[in-house]
């Protein structure tokens, strides 16, 4: 079975600063998907960006983008410029390659990101 | 926008009642998943289905807990007789169709509160 670990419970950054929040994971297929959401206070899960572990391009979705190392099996997330409104729990999750869109998420503890103003 | 909804957002009960979570995407899937979210077990998938049939639900805590997708169009998850462990929000989530399908979008979530 695969893990996700968020090793950082809590992370503090001011705002316009960049932070980075880290997460590992356990596999021993080798092709998958990685995905951070992203959960504010109104609990929605929202979607920030996702990896397909066959693309060896660092995916980049305007401020935010990943360093993704597979052989390491990490896949960490990168805040630029940080916002109020980035403040959130954030959840890396993986996902297999196998099901064809049918296998479920596995997700980490999940990061609290606060912004100081 | 996920294109999901879901009802109640929020569900107050007693324990030993049956409550029944709703979860419909905007438009027709045939795969869905429910996961359960939980201060002490975080996030956790429950079941999903694929062409309105279950395909995996090792996730299911127990037999108290049942779920069904008669059409590509709804989904249930029923818990009966509700315990206060069952205490958490619940969240359904559908694959997006085309190249995107891999991933999956969320609704907003039920709050679940057993008493």
């Known amino acids: 079975a695969q893990t996700v670990t968020q090793s950082q419970p809590e992370m503090s950054v001011q705002e316009a600063e960049t932070v980075t929040l880290s997460c590992t994971y356990d596999?021993?297929?080798?092709?998958?998907?990685l995905f951070w959401y992203k959960q504010p206070p109104s609990r929605q899960m929202i979607l920030v960006i996702r990896?397909?572990?066959?693309?060896?391009q660092n995916a980049t979705e305007n401020r935010f983008s990943v360093n993704f190392q597979k052989a390491a099996k990490s896949f960490s997330l990168k805040i630029s410029d940080s916002q109020l409104g980035d403040a959130a729990m954030y959840f890396c999750a993986y996902r297999s390659m196998t099901g064809g869109g049918a296998d479920g998420l596995t997700f980490g503890k999940g990061t609290h990101l606060i912004i100081q103003p | 926008d996920a294109g999901v909804i879901q009802s109640p957002r929020h569900e107050v009960t007693e324990m030993g009642q049956e409550v029944t979570l709703r979860c419909k995407p905007i438009?027709?899937?045939?795969?869905l998943f429910w996961y359960r979210q939980t201060m002490m077990r975080g996030l956790e998938l429950l079941i999903y289905f694929n062409n309105n049939v279950p395909i995996d639900d090792s996730g299911m805590p127990e037999d108290r807990f049942s779920a069904k997708m008669p059409n590509a169009s709804f989904s249930t998850l029923k818990i009966q007789p509700s315990e206060p462990r069952d205490s958490a929000v619940y969240f359904c989530a559908i694959p997006r169709g085309g190249r995107r399908s891999d991933t999956q979008y969320f609704g907003p979530g039920t709050r679940l509160t057993v008493l």
């Open positions: 596999t021993s297929e080798s092709d998958y998907y």
């Open positions: 990896q397909e572990a066959y693309k060896q």
């Open positions: 438009s027709g899937h045939n795969s």
